[in-house]
């Protein structure tokens, strides 16, 4: 239990909000884990399919990975879970297929090779978070604050690496005040914006929960 909890403080303790969950919540989520170990490279969740557990890190890392089309190229890229992260949260809540992979990494220990990840199914994770309405609303609201980052931060690598791609095409430009560096100081200055937006839709959808 006192792994479980240590492991776990930061999905059930928000010390910035000053937001904590009810000792009986914690106490049950615990009990209820699953443990399961993974090899490196092997794939917890697969993209565009149902996610039917909430996945904790108790050891090592994983990686959350996707890809993006850009003007019909494509370009991947990853986001490290380190340990005591966590993902399915969003998934399990909503009841919708994950838009990322998550594999398996590695552990920060040379002589242990598998990943340590524990887990709760979705049936006792929804029916546990219904019992405390209270913490139940920060779990959404934090499953979408996090997912919404994800996105943003992918789909920003992703616009970074097609730009690195078009270098050429800058680099042979002798003006300054090019097109071609006007569109693409312009275009990185819409990426800010487009991640406001999507925030004031998360607080408004949350406001209806």
Same mark, same amino acid.
């Given at each position: 239990?006192? =792994? ?34 993974? =090899? ?33 190229? =494509? ?55 219904? +019992? ?27 616009? =970074? +690496? ?48």
């Amino acid at each position: 239990m006192s =792994e479980g909890r240590k492991q776990m403080s930061y999905f059930f303790n928000e010390k910035v909000e000053k937001i904590y969950a009810d000792k009986g919540l914690v106490r049950k989520i615990i009990c209820a884990l699953n443990c399961s170990f993974y =090899e490196p490279y092997s794939v917890i969740v697969e993209k565009n399919k149902s996610v039917d557990a909430v996945h904790f890190i108790f050891g090592g890392y994983c990686y959350l990975t996707n890809l993006y089309t850009i003007e019909g190229h =494509e370009f991947g890229f990853r986001i490290r879970l380190c340990e005591r992260s966590w993902y399915g949260d969003y998934q399990v809540m909503f009841d919708c297929p994950s838009t990322f992979n998550m594999i398996a990494g590695r552990t920060n220990n040379s002589d242990i090779k598998l990943v340590k990840i524990m887990s709760i199914e979705k049936s006792f994770f929804i029916r546990y978070a219904d +019992e405390y309405p209270n913490f139940r609303r920060f779990i959404i609201r934090r499953a979408c604050v996090r997912r919404a980052n994800f996105n943003f931060r992918m789909r920003l690598a992703s616009y =970074e +690496e097609y730009f690195k791609c078009k270098r050429y095409e800058y680099d042979s430009c002798t003006a300054p005040g090019s097109k071609e560096n006007t569109n693409h100081h312009q275009f990185r200055s819409l990426l800010p914006t487009q991640r406001f937006r999507s925030t004031k839709v998360i607080n408004k959808f949350i406001s209806e929960v």
